[in-house]
């Protein structure tokens, strides 16, 4: 069983950055793959990005592509999610999850561990 807790949302103004750390407790998860989703009111949850288990593959949604970077550090048994550039349409809930496996799959049927989300929110 895996624990994830997510930090580092809050309130920021468009063009601004943020940095989300996500821990795991419980279990290593060193060799599974993480991911970023999000969910802003009233939509359903979508992919943002995710990391295969050594930090060699990432992935992007097209909305986020050469503003965020996914990263982890193994060692620490966190991922991170630098967001820079925000613009309103990123407010949202981010979720970290994990899953039992290595590659860096993008959907959110392919995880199974979630946090509890942290709260992103951009002005314009």
């Known amino acids: 069983q895996v624990q994830l807790v997510e930090s580092g949302g809050g309130l920021v103004q468009a063009g601004g950055s943020l940095r989300l750390s996500c821990v795991a407790s419980g279990d290593t998860i060193s060799r599974s793959a993480m991911a970023w989703f999000r969910q802003a009111p009233e939509k359903e949850r979508e992919f943002v990005s995710s990391?295969?288990?050594?930090?060699?593959?990432?992935h992007y949604a097209d909305s986020v592509k050469g503003r965020f970077t996914i990263s982890r550090d193994n060692a620490k048994n966190m991922a991170i999610l630098q967001m820079n550039n925000l613009k309103p349409e990123d407010t949202a809930v981010y979720y970290c999850?994990?899953?039992?496996?290595?590659?860096?799959?993008?959907?959110?049927?392919?995880?199974?561990?979630w946090g509890q989300g942290t709260q992103v929110t951009v002005s314009s």
């Open positions: 990391i295969d288990w050594n930090g060699n593959t990432q």
């Open positions: 999850t994990t899953r039992a496996g290595i590659y860096a799959w993008t959907g959110e049927r392919d995880y199974i561990y």
